[in-house]
């Protein structure tokens, strides 16, 4: 019964990721973005998915996981590089006082910030050692939150809440200050003037293929190959 379950789960997942692409392809449709001329002879700026491949093999996510993961990531591009087609003909046009520009204009900070922070968290995975203790990041984890065990335990609390969306560890830049939020949607809840350092994806795509409702099982596997030099990188 139970591989029956997850054999469900799986299908269900692999529909929905295979749906949202589509929808990505469906507005691509029409002229290459990439490349394409404006009337000024002038290159529209676009965006590139990035390669993720090499983690593939990652310890605890299946290839199929990781796969569909980055099937879902490129749609986010997709979907980005059109919506800046069709604001930028839009705003040509005088069409900016239109329901479409506004609904559409929403959306692109859906799709950016899905593209975005997509690459935030595959960046962030793919190391094979934990974090030092004396390291920059160590030393202001343990400053903020007493110890880096401690922080470790509100980052996974946080990460467990009943829900969808991402937890990522920002740091304030008017202070240094670093804190754990929960982000429910792309597009909304991100705190003004910080910056993301450490980036989890808890959306149901990022895990139940290889896990099905144990989140706990995910979030230890996403503890085990976090690239804290990436992760450092960030910090400021």
Same mark, same amino acid.
């Given at each position: 019964? @139970?591989?029956?379950?997850? /054999?469900? %789960? /799986?299908?269900?997942?692999?529909?929905?990721?295979? *749906?949202? !692409?589509?929808?990505?392809?469906?507005?691509?449709?029409? @002229?290459?973005?990439?490349?394409?001329?404006?009337?000024?002879?002038?290159?529209?700026?676009? !965006?590139?998915?990035?390669?993720?491949?090499?983690?593939? =093999?990652?310890? =605890?996510?299946?290839?199929?996981?990781?796969?569909?993961?980055? *099937?879902?990531?490129?749609?986010?591009?997709?979907?980005?590089?059109?919506?800046?087609?069709?604001?930028?003909?839009?705003?040509?046009?005088? @069409?900016?006082?239109? $329901?479409?520009?506004?609904?559409?204009?929403?959306?692109?900070?859906?799709?950016?910030? #899905?593209?975005? +922070?997509? &690459?935030?968290?595959?960046?962030?995975? =793919?190391?094979?050692? $934990?974090?030092? /203790?004396?390291? $920059?990041? #160590?030393?202001? +984890?343990?400053?903020?939150? #007493?110890? !880096?065990?401690?922080?470790? @335990?509100?980052?996974?609390?946080?990460?467990?809440?009943?829900? %969808?969306?991402?937890?990522?560890?920002?740091?304030? *830049?008017?202070?240094?200050?670093?804190?754990?939020?929960? %982000?429910?949607?792309?597009?909304?809840?991100? $705190?003004? =003037?910080?910056?993301?350092?450490?980036?989890?994806?808890?959306?149901?795509? /990022?895990?139940? %293929?290889? !896990?099905? +409702?144990?989140?706990?099982?995910?979030?230890?596997?996403?503890?085990?190959?976090?690239?804290? &030099?990436?992760? &450092?990188?960030? +910090?400021?």
């Amino acid at each position: 019964m @139970k591989k029956r379950t997850m /054999a469900g %789960i /799986a299908s269900i997942l692999l529909l929905l990721t295979w *749906t949202f !692409y589509s929808y990505g392809e469906m507005m691509a449709q029409g @002229k290459e973005i990439a490349g394409k001329q404006t009337k000024k002879g002038e290159k529209m700026m676009t !965006y590139t998915a990035k390669d993720f491949s090499k983690l593939i =093999g990652m310890a =605890g996510f299946s290839e199929v996981l990781l796969k569909n993961h980055f *099937t879902l990531y490129q749609g986010y591009v997709t979907n980005t590089n059109k919506l800046l087609e069709i604001l930028e003909q839009m705003l040509k046009e005088g @069409k900016t006082g239109t $329901p479409d520009y506004a609904e559409l204009k929403r959306r692109f900070g859906w799709e950016f910030n #899905g593209m975005r +922070l997509h &690459e935030f968290y595959f960046e962030n995975l =793919g190391g094979k050692t $934990p974090l030092k /203790a004396d390291s $920059p990041l #160590g030393k202001k +984890l343990t400053e903020n939150f #007493g110890s !880096y065990e401690v922080w470790e @335990k509100d980052f996974q609390a946080t990460s467990s809440m009943r829900g %969808i969306g991402w937890t990522i560890l920002y740091q304030d *830049t008017t202070n240094g200050r670093l804190f754990n939020f929960w %982000i429910n949607e792309h597009d909304v809840g991100h $705190p003004a =003037g910080c910056l993301p350092i450490l980036v989890f994806d808890v959306f149901e795509h /990022a895990f139940m %293929i290889d !896990y099905g +409702l144990k989140r706990a099982d995910y979030i230890q596997a996403f503890f085990k190959n976090i690239n804290w &030099e990436q992760v &450092e990188k960030r +910090l400021k």
